[in-house]
């Protein structure tokens, strides 16, 4: 059973860097024809891409936020990270991270997302 | 990227059909078959719903079908019952590796 999990801090002071973990269970973030993704839904509002990181390493950004964004991953713990710099409370939302399903391009397993506020 | 255009609400009484537009461009929509539907309950991560615009993942009713018309997909819920209600999101591949969610539908049953 596929299963993700997403952690970090649920505020963060404006200017700082925003960093969140998805862990990931039942299956290996590193085979499959997957792209481990990150997902965000500011509060009231529709979902926003934000990017995501193949198994084979490959990263691919929004965008609109290439310039304040990092994702990585480390397969010794199976589990893929999210780093957002310079962070204003336009960036306030639940943060979701799923997996993409290379052959359909479709987010098939999700986890139940973090809500992160960006606030003095 | 512009987020697709989908209406905001719809609602139909249970047993009847609702259908949902998802419009985008020729970039995205148009020129891909890679467009998938999401289902969102209040509180909960999204669920998918239809994948490469008509397929149904296991488990998934088969009272949700897709559909694509140009640049304009479709969501269709038939024989609607009461835990088909929340909000409707749409999702297209747009090329150069880059996605665009729809905004949203709300929709209510009656």
């Known amino acids: 059973q596929v299963q993700l999990q997403e952690s970090g801090p649920g505020l963060v002071k404006p200017s700082e860097t925003l960093s969140l973990t998805c862990s990931v269970s039942?299956?290996?973030?590193?085979?499959?024809?997957?792209?481990w993704s990150w997902i965000r839904q500011p509060p009231g509002k529709g979902l926003e891409w934000i990017g995501y990181i193949y198994s084979s390493g490959s990263i691919y950004y929004d965008p609109s936020l290439t310039s304040r964004l990092t994702i990585s991953s480390d397969t010794s713990k199976n589990q893929v990270s999210l780093r957002l710099t310079s962070v204003t409370a336009a960036d306030t939302a639940v943060y979701y991270c799923a997996r993409l399903l290379g052959s359909g391009l479709a987010l098939d397993y999700w986890g139940q997302g973090t809500l992160v506020t960006v606030s003095s | 990227q512009s987020a697709l255009t989908q209406p905001p609400s719809a609602s139909g009484s249970p047993g009847q059909s609702v259908t949902i537009s998802c419009t985008g461009t020729s970039s995205d929509v148009g020129d891909y078959s890679y467009v998938s539907w999401y289902q969102q309950h209040p509180g909960k991560a999204p669920k998918l719903m239809i994948y490469e615009v008509t397929e149904r993942p296991s488990g998934v009713p088969d009272r949700f079908s897709g559909s694509k018309s140009g640049n304009t997909a479709s969501l269709t819920v038939s024989g609607l019952q009461a835990e088909d209600e929340g909000e409707y999101y749409c999702?297209?591949?747009?090329?150069?590796?880059?996605?665009?969610f729809g905004t949203g539908t709300k929709v209510t049953v009656l």
């Open positions: 039942g299956v290996s973030i590193s085979s499959g024809d997957y792209y």
């Open positions: 999702s297209s591949y747009a090329g150069s590796n880059y996605f665009v």
